[in-house]
């Protein structure tokens, strides 16, 4: 489903990434484990993820503070250095500010 | 790849959708000549997509001006009625500025 946000302003930190082969389980359980983590943390608002050729997962926070607590969090910080070193041929990161939204839904 | 997008401040469009089952065909075309089409537009820095269950499609823009161009284009109006009318469950859309970013690249 939708992350469902409140109304804006409020913050996404889009994260795009491309895998190699290493570590498929262990990967996929890491990734479990950051979504349930994640969904503990102060100002935490949502996430979406999809992946094809590129991974991109979006994760929804209150304001900068939550997000920087988040990077810092340290059983965090271990799958970044994890996806570092074993899971990752690359990443990027965009934080940006939500300033507007809305949707559509099919009756 | 990753959209090469210039060093922020600049736009993201975030668009997150449940399609249904109908005209996979030309969805599919529909979709190609959507980025084409973007790609051609003044403002566009470029775009990331995947879909699983979730789509999720990113474009990214030089300023609220050229989304706002994007959005009152004809031919994506067309898409956009087709989209609600034909394809798509659900779909919403975030407008977000970019404030940061960073990368990591294995070697």
Same mark, same amino acid.
């Given at each position: 489903?939708?992350?469902?946000?409140?109304?804006?302003?409020? #913050?996404?930190?889009?994260?795009? $990434?491309?895998? =190699?082969?290493?570590?498929?389980? *262990?990967?996929?359980?890491?990734? &479990?484990?950051?979504?349930?983590?994640?969904?503990?943390?102060?100002?935490?608002?949502?996430?979406?993820?999809?992946?094809?050729?590129?991974?991109?997962?979006?994760? #929804?926070?209150?304001?900068?503070? $939550?997000?920087? =607590?988040?990077?810092?969090?340290? *059983?965090?910080?271990?799958?970044? &250095?994890?996806?570092?070193?074993?899971?990752?041929?690359?990443?990027?990161?965009?934080?940006?500010?939500?300033?507007?939204?809305?949707?559509?839904?099919?009756?």
């Amino acid at each position: 489903m939708f992350a469902k946000t409140p109304e804006p302003p409020y #913050y996404a930190v889009i994260f795009t $990434s491309f895998r =190699n082969e290493n570590e498929k389980m *262990e990967y996929a359980e890491m990734a &479990i484990q950051m979504v349930d983590l994640a969904k503990d943390q102060e100002g935490f608002l949502g996430m979406e993820t999809a992946r094809n050729e590129i991974g991109i997962t979006i994760s #929804y926070w209150k304001d900068l503070e $939550s997000i920087k =607590n988040w990077k810092n969090n340290s *059983e965090h910080q271990l799958a970044q &250095i994890n996806g570092r070193k074993i899971w990752y041929d690359q990443y990027f990161v965009r934080i940006a500010k939500v300033e507007r939204q809305y949707g559509f839904e099919n009756s």
